[in-house]
Each structure stands twice: as structure tokens, then as C-alpha cells.
């Protein structure tokens, strides 16, 4: 029998915490293939962010590091200026890269750091229970959001990887999907380029955005979570490439 | 500004980690750049920090001589990222600083939580200036509570050095990167205002490093063997709990092994007083005053503010004498000097907070008034009537 399908070796055999529908196990999957691919698990390390993804290195069988919430960014700088032979990347959350890591990677990004940066976005708060994060759509409901978010009091959801792609700094913003296998097949090859740019010593950051559903928080099954990205998510958060300087 | 004598030696002849501007020669500096050249000397690999008075001088000279020594100089957006940076650093296996002053310091006590939790080694220096909130920019020992508390969240400790003279700041910096990577602690360095801008002769040592374990549990690719994950996180029911005894078994050996302490004319003392950093300087010279008066007086000085030098002082209690405490705060480490002491004899303090520096004169009058007792009557009875 041939085998068309298998486990990439450096994401673990194990099943992982998440809930039912969660996008976190397919983009740890995209990623652990990259890094097989581009063979650079022997010199990659991975930050793990606070929130539901916090546990990623019980998933991904790569040296990783768990910091303080919104302060991957700063901890990738430290990594990459003492071993820039090594491949540094994060892995964050809505909250933690948008909300009270806003600073760090707007900095990191100003300051053409060369780290590859996974943002996970869907549009909440998960780990803590549902919150708003500054992702949330308008008028989504959420845990702190009962009567959806208003815009005037609560803003709009923010566009960070608009905002990053207008520093010198970065060098390649694509926003992509998990709502389906084309477009999961589109967001493996914007991770792989991703690495490929910090590999090859490009001199800046990248980051993909990565839409991903929270079926649990967005009060929805896995399929109109899906449905939902595409049909609602992406009209904020258009989906392509934002910029490629390299 | 930099008065540094810079040595002729040739560039990049001496192993890493040891070379250095000026190594071996008497040279006159100011104590922020002179702990600067000092972690050069004890091989920091990397240097993160974030401006703010009086410890400007740091980051100034750092960014000139790191990029010299081939090492990283980042200024980091803010102390949060700062700490943050050294975190990373320490977690592929660097020897990483960074330098601030109080209020920068509070916002650093995220990261040394987390480094104290990821069991990382750290040096941060903090150049006291006078609080609360933005407070001034005056010197000040107001964060003995903050250092020597732990000052972050959780149940942890920090090695906290607290020299005074320049020279002791530079020999502290070997030290406090070796204790950092023997004990995988933070090692803060806690000087103040006058000692970082004070210009003092000094000799920059090449110090041989102790004998250190290796750091297996760094991240640096998971190249033959399995990964290395560094963390704080232990969600496990008693998982975090084994943590923290082991956390703990570690400060008892740091206290059993670490203090480090001075002290002088003790043995006949009728008053001993107790000061560190710039404060125990000022001390010294009243104390100098007091014998000249004939007053028996000597002083201890803790240089480790923890471990505290507990049993030292409270040997030095176990004869009846009187203890006063000087600080410039209104009175911290008073509260260690207390708890060593446990009663055995009267402890009073004199302080100066909020940027004020107390004077020899000041410190002379204050043991003159605590000593001032009849001749005639016995020495034991006077102090029991009379405190």
C-alpha cells in the first residue's frame, strides 16, 4: 500500500488540547512541515505565546521557549542578535501581538529584526474565556462585548498587519486562511516563504497572519466557523500579500 | 565624557569574554562606565537596555564598545522589551545585562519573574534615583524593598549585590554574572545615582571565572539530541509546587554560600552602625569622626543585600550593643537588621528619603546623641535605662 498521507516528524505524535474545530493544530501541522522541508529543525527555535497556544512545544518537536504575554517579539530580538545563525520565530495570538504586545512587534518591526512571525487571528480572546481582542469583528459578541462590539465604544477591529506593512523594517506581510484546504495549502506556502526569507538572511521581518477559526467562542459549529472567516472575516481582514520587498 | 585610559594592547589578541579597554591599568571612571567595561570584561554577550537618568552612561558606552567587541547592543523600545530581550538571550545560553533606574526597574519586574520561574540567568543593574512614581532624579536606596523582596509575582528570589565605591561595582559585575549562571537566578546589581556619575581610580581586573555547569538546558537547535523547552508555565497539579521547593533549596544554598559582608571595629563597639552602598561611605567617615571622640564605634556593611548577612549581624548582637541603621530611604533594610537581631538589642535607624543624602555630620551627631551617657555609670545599665 502507498502511504499518501503521514505525520511530519516534527510535529509530535499526540493529540493536543484544543478544542474541536480549533485552527491551532493545522497551522502547527504547516509549520512543522515547513521546518522538515526547509530541514532547519536543528537550528530553529520557537516562542510560544500566552494563550490557548501556550503549550505549542508539547506539539511541536522543535527548541522552544515560553514568554511573557505580548513579548515574543522582544525575546525573538534577543534571540537572533546573540545567534544569528539560528531560525528564530513566534507564534502569537490576536491578544498577545495586537493587544499588549503592540509595542514589541511594532518595534521589532521598525527595527528590520530577522524573525518570522506566526499570527494567529481569530478575532478573540480564547484562552481566558472569549474576550474581545482588538481583532474582534463589529458587533461580534463576545465575553466583554455582550451587545457586540460598537465601534464607538469599543473601536474598530485592527488591521496590524496594514499597519506593519507600512514600516521599512518589514520585508514580507501576507495575510492568509485556514477555511479550507486551498486555502490552507495557500498559508503553508506563505510560512515556508516566511522561513525561507530568514534562511536565506533577508534583512527584515516577516510575518504571515494566519485567519483561524474559534468555533467554541464564536458560538458556531467547525463548518460555519469556517464559513464565517470566509465569508464575514475577510472582508476586514482581506486575504494576500501585503508586501514582498525581497 | 568617557575618561577611560585606553590601552595600546591590540585588538582582539585576548580570548573572548576577557578582552578589554584599559584591563589591568589604574584608570579614572565614573561607575556607570565603569560596570559597563566591567560586564565586558566578564564576558556579557549582550546588552539590552532602555534610556533613563542617572544610569544614561550605561547604555551610552555600551552602544560605542559592544559593537566593538563584535557582542549585541540593542536599545530596546521600552524596559519591558528590554528584559524581555535579555530573557531571550539567557534562554539560547548568552550571558545578557541590561541597566536601568527605579521606575524603569518596577516595569522590569515582569521579566524577572519569568526569568526567576524559567530558572534563567540574568544581571541587572539598577542605578537607584529617588520614588515613588517619577520621583526625582536625585540618588536613592528606596528599592531595597523592591530587590531584595523578590519584587515581581511569585515566590522567588534575586541575589542582590549593593557595593560602594566604584571599584566594588566593577568587581562586582564578574561576580554577579558567575552567581547568575551558577544558580540560574537574577543577580541585580543595586548601586545608586552618586555611584553611577561618581568618578573614582580604579583597575579593571581580568577575574578567572568560577568553575561553572554547563548550560545543557539552553536553547540552541534541537541538533542531536531532544528538544530543550524553556519555560514557567506547570499546570499540573503539584508540578508547580515541586518548582517552588526547588526554587527554594536553591535560596538556602545561595544564603548558606553567597553572604558576603564587611565590617569594622565591632569587637569593642558600644554602637555599631549598619549601612550599605554609598550610605555605608558616608558611615564609614562618621564612625572614623566618633573614635577620634573617643566614642567606641565601628559599623557592618552588608555587600549582599540577599542573601542578607543575617548571622553576622546577629552575632555582632549577641553583646550588648547599640544598632543604628542609616539608609537613604526611610528605612528598609532596617526591617533584616531587626529580624537578625530578634530583639537582642535596640535597633534605630536614621534615613534620608526621597533623594536626600544624610552627612558625616549629620551621622556623627546621631551616634553622639545614642552614646551620650554619663562616665560613671556602667556601660550595660545605662543602655537598658536609657533606650
Sequence with gaps: ?246 | MSPVVHSTKKKGTEEKGQSSNGAGERVLMCGNEALAEAAIIAGCDAYFGYPITPQNEITAYMSRRMPEEGRVFVQSESELAAISMVFGASATGKRAMTSSSSPGISLMQEGISYLAGAELPAVVVNVMRGGPGLGNIAPSQADYFQATRGGGHGDYRTIVLGPSSVQELVDCMPLAFDLADQYRMTVMVLADGILGQMMEPIVLDKKPRRALPLKEWALTGAKGREQNIVRSLWLKEGVLEELNYKLKAKYEQVEKDEVLCEQYEVDDAEIVVVAYGVAARIVQGAVNKAREEGIQAGWIRPITLWPFPTEQISRAADEFRIFLTVEMSNGQMVEDVKLAIAGKAPVVFYGRPGGGVPTVDEIFDKIKQLTLRPKTQDNRAKNENGI
Excluded at chain 1, 182 to 211: C, D, M, N, P, Y
Design chain 1, 1 to 246: 500500500m502507498k502511504t499518501v498521507f503521514k505525520r511530519t516528524p516534527t510535529l509530535k505524535d499526540c493529540p493536543t488540547h484544543y478544542c474541536p474545530g480549533c485552527g491551532h493544530g493545522i497551522a502547527h501541522r504547516l509549520i512543522a512541515e515547513v521546518i522538515d522541508e526547509l530541514d532547519i529543525r536543528d537550528r530553529t527555535i520557537g516562542i510560544a505565546p500566552v494563550g490557548c497556544a501556550v503549550l505549542a512545544y508539547d506539539y511541536l518537536d522543535v527548541d522552544m521557549v515560553e514568554v511573557a504575554h505580548g513579548r515574543p517579539p522582544a525575546v525573538a530580538t534577543g534571540m537572533k542578535r546573540t545567534n544569528p545563525d539560528k531560525i528564530i520565530f513566534s507564534y502569537q495570538g490576536d491578544g498577545d501581538l495586537a493587544s499588549i504586545g503592540a509595542a514589541e512587534i511594532l518595534h521589532a518591526g521598525h527595527r528590520g529584526e530577522q524573525i518570522t512571525v506566526i499570527f494567529i487571528n481569530n478575532a478573540v480572546y480564547g484562552m481566558t474565556g472569549g474576550q474581545m481582542a482588538p481583532t474582534t469583528m463589529i458587533d461580534q459578541v463576545t465575553a466583554t462585548t455582550p451587545k457586540g462590539r460598537i465601534a464607538s465604544e469599543q473601536g474598530y477591529p485592527l488591521q496590524v498587519s496594514e499597519l506593519l506593512a507600512t514600516l521599512p523594517g518589514t520585508i514580507y506581510i501576507e495575510r492568509c486562511a485556514l477555511s479550507g484546504a486551498a486555502a490552507v495549502r495557500k498559508t503553508k506556502k506563505a510560512i515556508k516563504h516566511a522561513f525561507e526569507l530568514q534562511v536565506s538572511g533577508a534583512e527584515g521581518l516577516s510575518l504571515v497572519e494566519v485567519l483561524s477559526p474559534c468555533p467554541t467562542y464564536w458560538r458556531m459549529t467547525p463548518a460555519e466557523a469556517m464559513e464565517w472567516i470566509e465569508k464575514q472575516m475577510t472582508k476586514v481582514f482581506p486575504l494576500g500579500r501585503l508586501k514582498d520587498s525581497v
